[in-house]
């Protein structure tokens, strides 16, 4: 599976951004995608995920109801909405993918940097 990240840039506070990845090279029905964040000198934390088949979708709970996953079948993408963007939102975004049964995810994208101007 291959991922590619895109949507980020140099946004204004209280804002709202969608990013996208957009997946290829295997059947992705049986994969849950999931959008994680690492902030300038920060770990990498998780948002959420998306189930490919159903679309159920699982938020981090440190999550506020800004963020938003999605998914479109027919463009093999998913999308992070983030409402309402504030300057701690800067990040490197990155998308990963894994089959539903595995435990971690195996396949990442290159990240879309994100920043946000107050």
């Known amino acids: 599976v291959q991922l590619q990240a895109s949507g980020g840039g140099l946004v204004q506070a209280g804002t709202s951004l969608r990013l996208s990845c957009t997946a290829s090279?295997?059947?992705?029905?049986?994969?849950?995608m999931a959008w994680f964040r690492q902030p300038p000198g920060k770990e990498r934390d998780f948002i959420a995920s998306i189930t490919w088949s159903s679309g159920s979708t699982y938020y981090a709970n440190s999550v506020e109801g800004r963020f938003t996953i999605s998914r479109d079948n027919a463009k093999n993408t998913v999308y992070l909405q983030i409402d309402s963007v504030k300057p701690e939102d800067t990040a490197a975004y990155y998308c990963a993918g894994r089959p539903v049964q595995a435990t971690s995810y195996s396949y990442w994208g290159q990240g879309t940097l994100v920043t946000v101007s107050s």
């Open positions: 090279g295997r059947i992705l029905s049986r994969y849950t």
